[in-house]
């Protein structure tokens, strides 16, 4: 039920506000389910690929997405997440869990800010 829960709360965040793997489902695998960072990260990019295409469907039927946008964000972002996979293969499990909760407080300093 915790899976289905996290899938829940990802996929209306991914749809809502453009948010859902790395800013939901990663810290719940993470608290919830406990699975380890490494885990967690690779399992939500797994989900979040579902929920992406299914989002992009209900979004392309209202005639709500740019394609060419997309494919200038995308296709670089391959290159983004093969460097990424690989440098988080190389910093341990810790620093990461410091450094992702950083970026969220940045982040949510950043818009409370704008």
Do not use: D, K
Request: glycine letters at 14%; charged letters at 5%.
């Amino acid at each position: 039920m915790r899976l289905v829960a996290i899938g829940l709360a990802a996929g209306v965040f991914s749809a809502l506000l453009g948010v859902g793997g790395g800013t939901i489902a990663v810290p719940l695998l993470i608290l919830l389910v406990h699975l380890p960072e490494r885990v967690a990260t690779a399992t939500s990019l797994g989900a979040i690929g579902i929920t992406a295409l299914a989002g992009v469907v209900v979004y392309a039927a209202r005639g709500e997405v740019n394609v060419g946008y997309a494919v200038l964000v995308g296709v670089p972002a391959i290159l983004g997440v093969l460097v990424g996979t690989a440098l988080q293969q190389r910093i341990r499990t810790s620093s990461l869990m410091y450094a992702f909760a950083v970026l969220l407080c940045s982040v949510g300093v950043w818009l409370l800010a704008t």
